[in-house]
């Protein structure tokens, strides 16, 4: 593991534990004022219960006795007695006790209304619906406004509201004078219910982050690999360049020797020596130039595809035992906007997995190659390869164009990858597996779209 990777690592790991305890604390921010919340609603309720002892002493119109000697007062409900003598708990003696009224009746209505009004300014500063009920769970005040006889339809309305907010807190019981004279049904502040979401919205911020680093790494680890094979095939091409250059000086010679230029069987030799060496030194110079984008000029598909045919056939010991390699010629040119060597290599990479398909074969097997235009209404021709061999098995032809992945003992699983790369991205068009069925035969399909202009008259453009 290199050191650059290590440090992505770190790092990856210190954000993802900033963004767990970040997570964490928002959570218990959110658990904390939920708490605030619930406290405050219950000193809410317990305002409400003592003010309620206060309200009714207020309310009372029946007045008080008072002691003529130290003032302590006796409640008296009978209000036609205006003095009596008492005795008074307070001097210890019989007094007289004469009728006094608390409050006059426009005071107590004021202190009433006031007190109601203070309380119903509190509840309206809430943003969360408050309901007190009485002991027989009538709704009296909603939302800080009082609720006096409401029509049937809305007492309905009001029932089913604080069973949903009995559902989400527990009522808070309203106890004055020892007594529970009602309940507080409460709910939940909008803000609070927006901050629930957050810990969830951090989880999904914080999976998507690792979706988006995870292939990031992905592809930073196929972009390594892939520069890997790209200098590892510009180093190959350099060391093949050597011997090549050697090969050509010696055929050079032996043409230019007397003796020997007047065997046929050699100048034969000499001449497909001399192509193999072309071809050989052509392939170098591509790897040469392996990841840099292949300029691309008017290239004759049907020569193309027939040059790598007649390369096969001119050399039988390529086809193996009894295999026979077909050329179907529609007896038109198509031109393309490709690179020949590139477009070459493809054809030649499928040629040979068809050739490897049909080796064993009890009767040798037969590869066939056709180009033609297409009849699926696209401007593009098509170029197949098709054998008799033993097929791919099911469950791979889903994995065959994956880079790495090879069923042949000893095989790289980088040929298909590559064609697929060298058809799609620099050729704009496609390669798929038409059909394969094992101990039957294979079908691969090559789709190029036809230079515009370019579709059977161009004799004159070459690879």
């Known amino acids: 593991m290199n050191s650059t990777f290590r440090r992505r690592i770190a790092f990856i790991l210190f954000a993802s534990i900033t963004i767990w305890v970040f997570l964490w604390y928002t959570h218990d921010l959110v658990n904390r004022l939920n708490r ?3 406290k405050d609603c219950e000193t809410i309720a317990w305002l409400w219960a003592g003010v309620q002892y206060p309200l009714s002493i207020v309310g009372d119109d ?28 307070a001097c210890s003696e019989t007094t007289l006790f004469i009728h006094t009224e608390r409050l006059l009746p ?6 009433v209304d006031f007190t109601r009004r203070l309380f119903a300014d509190l509840v309206h500063r809430l943003d969360f619906p408050t309901i007190f ?6 709704p009296q005040i909603v939302n800080g406004e009082v609720v006096e006889d409401p ?46 979401l957050i810990p969830f919205l951090e989880l999904a911020l914080l999976l998507l982050i690792a979706a988006v680093v995870f292939i990031f790494l992905r592809s930073e680890v196929s972009r390594d690999k892939e520069m890997s094979w790209v200098g590892f095939a510009r180093e190959t091409a350099h060391q093949i360049s050597t011997p090549l250059s050697s090969l050509m000086g010696w055929i050079e010679l032996i043409k230019d020797d007397q ?13 497909h020596m001399g192509a193999d060496v072309d071809r050989l030194n052509s392939i170098a110079q591509r790897y040469g130039q392996m990841g840099r984008r292949p300029k691309l000029k008017p290239v004759s598909i049907e020569r193309t595809v027939s040059g790598v045919v007649d390369y096969f056939n001119a050399r039988k010991g390529l086809l193996g035992h009894g295999v026979v390699l077909e050329l179907e010629q529609s007896g038109r040119e198509y031109t393309v906007s490709g690179n020949s060597v590139l477009l070459s290599w493809v054809v030649e990479n499928l040629i040979k997995n068809a050739v490897a398909s049909c080796a064993g ?16 209404g ?67 399909s090559i789709l190029l779209p036809l230079k515009e202009g370019g579709g059977s008259d161009n004799h004159t453009l070459g690879g």
């Open 378 to 444: 696209a401007n593009e021709v098509e170029v197949r390869v098709s054998d008799n061999g033993r097929g791919i098995p099911y469950g791979d032809q889903g994995k065959i164009f994956q880079a790495g992945f090879t069923t042949r003992k000893g095989g790289w699983g980088l040929g298909l990858s590559l064609a697929r790369r060298i058809i799609e991205e620099y050729h704009n068009g496609s390669i798929r597996l038409l059909s394969s069925t094992p101990d039957v035969g294979t079908v691969f």
């Open 151 to 196: 029509p049937p339809e809305r007492m309905i309305e009001l029932r089913k509201m604080m069973g949903l907010l009995g559902e989400e807190n527990e009522p808070i019981p309203l106890v004055a004078r020892g007594d529970t004279i009602g309940h507080l049904f409460y709910g939940t502040s909008s803000l609070n219910e927006e901050m629930r």
């Open 259 to 271: 003796d020997l230029s007047d065997s046929l069987e050699l100048k034969d030799a000499l001449k």
């Open 36 to 38: 605030s919340n619930k």
């Open 361 to 376: 074969s009890s009767d040798g097997g037969k590869v066939t190659v056709s180009c033609e235009y297409t009849s699926f």
């Open 106 to 111: 426009e005071e107590r209505v004021e202190a």
């Open 133 to 138: 009920a009485d002991e027989d769970n009538n």
């Open 62 to 89: 029946s007045g008080i006795m008072s002691c003529t000697v130290c003032g302590y007062p006796i409640f008296r409900s009978d209000i036609s007695v205006e003095s009596e003598s008492l005795a008074c708990p």
